[in-house]
């Protein structure tokens, strides 16, 4: 299958600052990406939708301002946790999808963040 | 509403079968798929199966799906310990191109 690929895989950061997570398709172009959120021993819960070229969208209840998302190419979305505080860490999982009309969605490793 | 569900854990005996089960709420879900979650990684697809399909078999895999009670489940036949892991049944609906997620099983082996 196709592979996604995000970093880092994991980071520690100081309470206040911002952080970016990168999520990229490595061998197709991604027209889609999609961002969740997945708390201990919980589902995994989409932020938003992003579309390559596009403001993203967001679920109900997700921050557009705080979660900024960045879709600038077919092959790398971003996301950056701005003024992080300790509830804003958990596990975040991007995946990926060639078109709209897709079958099979390809999820990155995930990257653990912990803010202190 | 936008449910999917799935009992939360379970325990089978090594060499068994387990057998997980998701039921869904849209009738419009193009496409039902089970993924694997081993501790601090990512999903990994295990398989998907169409909505006008009835079963889908993949070596050890088993789908079954019944759209009338729009309930899943998954068979994973001579559960082994590297079966360990959190299986989420997850939907794609033709209204919308974003995959839901149930709350995921947690399934654990014991010799």
């Known amino acids: 299958g196709a592979v996604v690929s995000q970093h880092p895989s994991r980071v520690i950061c100081k309470s206040g600052t911002s952080v970016k997570i990168e999520c990229r398709s490595l061998?197709?172009?991604?027209?889609?990406m999609f961002w969740y959120r997945q708390f201990p021993k919980q589902s995994l819960m989409l932020m938003a939708t992003?579309?390559?070229?596009?403001?993203?969208?967001?679920e109900q209840g997700v921050e557009k301002d705080k979660f900024l998302i960045n879709h600038a190419s077919l092959t790398l979305s971003t996301l950056t946790v701005t003024s992080a505080h300790p509830e804003d860490s958990s596990f975040y999982i991007c995946s990926a999808v060639q078109d709209s009309a897709y079958t099979e969605a390809f999820f990155g490793q995930g990257t653990r963040l912990t803010v202190v | 509403g936008e449910d999917v569900e799935q009992s939360l854990f379970l325990s089978v005996r090594e060499g068994d079968s387990s057998v997980i089960n998701c039921t869904y709420t849209d009738s419009s879900s193009t496409y039902l798929y089970w993924y694997k979650q081993e501790p601090g990684a990512g999903l990994q697809l295990l398989t998907y199966?169409?909505?006008?399909?009835d079963m889908k078999q993949d070596q050890r895999l088993t789908v079954l799906l019944n759209k009338k009670d729009k309930h899943l489940s998954l068979r994973i036949a001579d559960t082994q310990t590297g079966d360990s892991a959190i299986y989420f049944c997850a939907e794609k609906r033709s209204s919308a191109s974003k995959i839901i997620f149930g709350s995921g099983t947690r399934l654990s082996i014991r010799p």
């Open positions: 199966i169409f909505s006008n399909m």
């Open positions: 992003s579309n390559e070229g596009s403001k993203a969208t967001y």
């Open positions: 061998d197709f172009q991604a027209t889609t």
